[in-house]
C-alpha cells in the first residue's frame, strides 16, 4: 500500500463493534481468561495484553502505523521524545560505556547526553554533523550507539547518511536517528541503512501542538548484526530480570521489545491511551501536512533571504544553502517546516519576534500554527556562551516552525514585523 493509505489505515483491525474509528482503550489492566493465560502472557508464549505499562491496544495502533510509515521491524511508544531518546541509549549503553552523538541536536539532548547520563557513567562523544569523518576517531570497543538528528533541531543542517552509515557499518556500532523534523514521510532513515529511528511525537505527529509523546522503531532484521556481536552482549546473554529471556533468540524485534519489556517495566514512561488516540487520527493527514509545511517553508525561505535587514537564511531547501544537495538526495519531498534565519543583534531578533502576531512566541515545533522563538534566550537558555556555538545558536538567529495558515499572511506578518 502506498504511504496515504497506510497513513489512514494501519495497524487497525476493526473490533468486534465494528468500530470505524480507532476505539481509546482507556484502561489500566485487563482480564485474564485464567491463570494459565495470565502465565503464558508474562512467559511471551502467546502475545496478549497485560498492563497498559506494557502495552494498549489504541498504542498498538499507533506503534503499527508508525512502523509502517517508517518501514521498521517493530515500534514501541513511549511518554515523550526525550523517553524515546533515554531509552534508546539506555537499551544498549551501561556505566564504563561511551556514546558518539552529533553536536547540532535538540537542546534536551544536548544536556541529556551532556550532563543527565553521565552521572550513570556514560560517556558521550560529540562529532560535528557537518563532518561525520570525525566519528572515525571517537570509535572504540565500548561505543554502543551513534546517534544524530536527520534535520537538526534548531541548527537545521543535515545530516550526511551514507558517510556515517558506512563509518558505523564498519564498526558494526547501531544508529540512530532523531526523525522528529523530517517525519517518516520525508525521509525513512531506515532505508538509508540506519539501524533506529526516534521520535518527538509532540511534533509534526500529533501536527497541532495537542499532546506529548515519542516513538522508537527498529529496523527489520537487526537481530542479524546484534547476534553475536560483542557490542550487544546483554542481548545474546540470559537476562536475569526475565528468567534468563535471550533477546536475540526470539521471533520478535529484540530492540523495541526489550526497551517495553525492560526499560518501560522498570520505568514506565508510556503513552496514555488517550495520547496514542491524538497521534493516530495525526498521522491520517500526516503526508498531506508535510507537503504543505514544506513548500510553503520553502517560500517564506525564499522571501527572507532577499530582504536587507536578514544577515543570513538557513533552509536546506534553498539552492544557495550549503546542504541543499544533501536535502535533494535524502529529502526529495520537502524540507520540512524549520527555518532559522539571523539578524543584526540579540536585541533585533527579540524586536521580531515580538512584532510578528499570526507567528507566536512559543518554545514548539511542528504545530499547524506558525512559531516564532529565539533560541538564545529560550529553548538554549541553559547552554552556556561555548555550548552555544558548538550547537550553532548565534545570539541573533531566529527560528520559525511554518505552520499551515496561508502562505500570504505568513510572509505579510514577518514584513511588518522586519519593518
Ligand atoms: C521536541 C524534540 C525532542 C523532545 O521531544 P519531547 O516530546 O518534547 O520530549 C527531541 N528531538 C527533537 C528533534 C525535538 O524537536
Same mark, same amino acid.
Given at each position: 500500500m502506498k504511504e496515504q493509505t497506510l497513513a489512514i489505515h494501519a495497524g487497525y483491525e476493526k473490533d468486534a463493534q465494528g468500530t470505524m474509528a480507532v476505539p481509546i482503550y482507556q484502561t489500566t489492566a485487563y482480564e485474564f481468561r485464567n491463570t494459565e493465560h495470565a502465565a503464558n502472557l508474562f512467559a511471551l508464549k502467546e502475545l496478549g495484553n497485560i498492563y497498559t505499562r506494557l502495552m494498549n491496544p489504541t498504542t498498538d495502533v499507533f506503534e503499527k502505523r508508525f512502523n509502517a510509515l517508517e518501514q521498521g521491524g517493530g515500534a514501541v511508544g513511549t511518554a515523550s521524545g526525550m523517553a524515546a531518546i533515554f531509552y534508546a541509549i539506555a537499551n544498549v549503553a551501561e556505566a564504563g560505556d561511551n556514546i558518539i552523538v552529533a553536536s547540532q541536536v535538540y537542546g534536551g539532548t544536548t544536556t541529556l547526553t551532556g550532563h543527565t547520563i553521565k552521572r550513570f557513567g556514560i560517556e558521550t562523544r560529540y562529532f560535528n554533523v557537518n563532518n561525520p569523518s570525525e566519528i572515525e576517531a571517537l570509535v572504540d570497543e565500548k561505543t554502543k550507539i551513534i546517534l544524530f538528528e536527520s534535520i537538526t533541531n534548531p541548527s537545521i543542517d543535515v545530516a550526511d547518511f551514507d558517510a556515517i552509515v558506512a563509518i558505523a557499518k564498519k564498526h558494526n556500532i547501531m544508529t540512530c536517528v532523531d526523525n522528529t523534523v523530517a517525519t517518516p514521510?520525508?525521509?525513512?532513515?531506515?532505508?538509508? !541503512?540506519?539501524? %533506529?529511528?526516534?521520535?518527538?511525537?509532540?511534533?509534526?505527529?500529533?501536527?497541532?501542538? *495537542? +499532546? %506529548?509523546?515519542? %516513538?522508537?522503531?527498529?529496523?527489520?532484521?537487526?537481530?542479524?548484526?546484534?547476534?553475536?556481536?560483542?557490542?550487544?552482549?546483554?542481548?545474546?546473554? =540470559?537476562? =536475569?530480570?526475565?528468567? !534468563? *529471556?535471550?533477546? &536475540?533468540? *526470539?521471533?520478535?524485534?529484540?530492540?523495541? *521489545?526489550?526497551?517495553?519489556? +525492560?526499560?518501560?517495566?522498570?520505568? !514506565?514512561?508510556?503513552? &496514555?491511551?488517550?495520547?496514542?488516540?491524538?497521534? %493516530?487520527?495525526?498521522?491520517?493527514?500526516?503526508?498531506?501536512?508535510?507537503?504543505?509545511?514544506?513548500? &510553503? +517553508?520553502l517560500e517564506i525561505a525564499t522571501y527572507l533571504e532577499a530582504h536587507p535587514k536578514v544577515k543570513s537564511v538557513n533552509y536546506p531547501g534553498l539552492a544557495s544553502n550549503a546542504n541543499y544537495a544533501l536535502a535533494n538526495k535524502y529529502f526529495p519531498k520537502g524540507a520540512s517546516g524549520l527555518i532559522s534565519f539571523e539578524v543584526e543583534s540579540k536585541e533585533m531578533a527579540q524586536g521580531i519576534a515580538d512584532k510578528t502576531e499570526i507567528f507566536k512566541v512559543v518554545v514548539n515545533i511542528g504545530d499547524s500554527k506558525s512559531i516564532i522563538t529565539h533560541p538564545a534566550s529560550t529553548t538554549h537558555q541553559q547552554l552556556s556562551a561555548q555550548e552555544l556555538v558548538d550547537c550553532g545558536i548565534p545570539a541573533g538567529l531566529i527560528r520559525l516552525s511554518v505552520g499551515l495558515e496561508d502562505t500570504e499572511d505568513l510572509i505579510a506578518d514577518l514584513e511588518k514585523a522586519l519593518s
Open positions: 514521510i520525508l525521509c525513512k532513515p531506515l532505508t538509508l !541503512g540506519c539501524d %533506529i529511528v526516534v521520535h518527538s511525537a509532540s511534533k509534526y505527529t500529533t501536527g497541532q501542538g *495537542l +499532546a %506529548i509523546g515519542g %516513538i522508537i522503531v527498529e529496523r527489520e532484521n537487526l537481530v542479524e548484526m546484534i547476534k553475536e556481536n560483542p557490542r550487544y552482549a546483554h542481548f545474546n546473554e =540470559a537476562d =536475569a530480570s526475565y528468567h !534468563g *529471556l535471550v533477546y &536475540s533468540d *526470539l521471533p520478535l524485534p529484540p530492540f523495541t *521489545l526489550r526497551v517495553r519489556l +525492560a526499560l518501560l517495566r522498570d520505568l !514506565g514512561a508510556t503513552p &496514555s491511551p488517550f495520547n496514542s488516540w491524538l497521534y %493516530i487520527q495525526g498521522i491520517e493527514t500526516l503526508p498531506l501536512r508535510m507537503k504543505q509545511h514544506s513548500s &510553503s +517553508a
